[in-house]
Every structure is written in structure tokens, then in C-alpha cells.
């Protein structure tokens, strides 16, 4: 807990991230959890925290892996290292899911809700939201997959950026044409999470010819 504390101090502790550091691998599982949470706190101040987060997350037994994706997240940029493993976690995630699905379907049962799954996906989105800039790319990747769960992981992510997502505008106005009126929600949820910067894109979609699309766009502006 005084790990925590520290954290929320804020970057004025970041004196303390090498002792930090050298409690994520400690024996004690309290003592690693808040030393992780303590380094998502401090910021990009604990930038060289960022191997030993990643290492943890790595780690498919270690189960404080979704708390080092948030820590990493709340580091921000200096976590670039980490987005092809969290592309890759959700990849997996998504492929669980839908095994799960198929298996459930066969055997004629309902399809349970895996919390932990469920818990590590949203620490993923969170992590890359906050990572920014270096995880654009590949998240503008995720929003072309085939599987709704990946392209809402990958929109969501997006809108997290907030104007930081600027850069997706020409993609998100793209999936504003899509037949599937989720994915075109979203891509105008998102939109209006960039804000003023997706302004002459949506104003420009007023105009487009498919009332759908007329239509999401206005809902987007009315949300900036």
C-alpha cells in the first residue's frame, strides 16, 4: 500500500521507481501489485520501468499481467515496446472467445462469461489508449479485421485517444459506410471522442449520399 501511495504522489516520486522496480519481481504478490499500480501512477516519469512491465506481461503465468498492461498504459509513449503484445493479447483473446462460442453452440449450452478474459481485454484497450501515438498504426490495423470484437477493440482504443486519435479520422469516416450499424455507431462514437479535429470530416459527411451515414455523422457532432 505505501507503493500505492507513493503512486499517487504522482511524478514528484519518481526517486522511488528504482526501488519500484525491484518490487515488481519481489515474492510478495501485494507488495507486486501495488509497486506495478505505483509506476502506472508516477507517469511517464517511470519510463524505465517499461522492461520489467513487459517482462510481467509476458509472462502468461504471472497474474499481474493485467495490471502491468495498465501500468504500462499510464506510462504512456515510452511504452511503445509493449503494443505488438498487447495487439497480440487481444488477437488471442478474441480467438478464445470465439472457440468458446463454437464449443458452446455444439454442446447446446450457454456461452459462460470468462471475467479474467473479459478483465485483461479492457487492460489491453486501456493500455493502448494510453500508450497513444506509437500504437496508432497498429491499432488502425485492428479496426480492418474481420471479427467485430477486434474492430471494437480497435475503435474503442481509438476514442480513448481522444484527439490523439486524429490521425484515424479518414479511417473512422470509412467505417461510417459500413452495412453494420454497430460498427457504424462506434466509428461515430469515436469520432466524437477526437473531437474538434474530426470536425470538416463529419460536416463533409453530411452531405454524403446514403442517409445512414448523413445520420451517424450528425449523431457524432451533437456528442463532441
Do not use: Y
Not at 513487459?54 to 497474474?63: E, S, T
Not at 480492418?144 to 471494437?152: K, P, Y
Not at 479518414?170 to 454497430?182: G, M, V, Y
Amino acid at each position: 500500500m505505501a507503493a500505492w501511495a507513493l503512486g499517487r504522489i504522482g511524478p514528484a516520486s519518481h526517486t522511488a521507481v528504482p526501488k519500484l522496480i525491484q518490487l515488481v519481481d519481489d515474492h510478495n504478490e501485494p507488495a507486486r501489485k501495488w509497486a506495478i499500480r505505483a509506476l502506472g501512477e508516477i507517469g511517464p516519469d517511470a519510463r524505465e520501468a517499461v522492461p520489467a512491465l513487459i517482462a510481467v506481461l509476458r509472462d502468461a503465468g504471472d497474474p499481474l499481467r493485467r495490471e502491468a498492461a495498465l501500468g504500462l498504459g499510464g506510462i504512456g509513449t515510452d511504452s511503445a515496446d509493449a503494443v505488438p503484445i498487447l495487439i497480440a493479447e487481444l488477437k488471442q483473446l478474441e480467438a478464445m472467445k470465439r472457440n468458446a462460442a463454437v464449443k458452446a453452440a455444439m454442446e447446446g449450452t450457454e456461452l459462460e462469461v470468462d471475467r479474467d478474459q473479459v478483465a485483461m481485454r479492457n487492460a489491453a484497450i486501456t493500455a493502448l489508449s494510453g500508450i497513444g501515438t506509437p500504437a496508432l498504426l497498429a491499432v488502425l490495423e485492428l479496426m480492418q479485421a474481420n471479427t467485430v470484437g477486434l474492430r471494437d477493440a480497435g475503435l474503442t482504443v481509438i476514442g480513448r485517444m481522444g484527439p490523439g486519435g486524429t490521425d484515424a479520422i479518414p479511417s473512422l469516416i470509412e467505417l461510417l459506410h459500413s452495412q453494420d450499424k454497430r460498427v457504424r455507431s462506434v466509428a461515430g462514437w469515436a469520432l466524437s471522442r477526437v473531437g474538434s479535429p474530426a470536425l470538416p470530416a463529419l460536416m463533409e459527411a453530411l452531405n454524403a449520399s446514403h442517409p445512414t451515414v448523413r445520420e451517424d455523422a450528425a449523431s457524432a457532432l451533437g456528442m463532441i
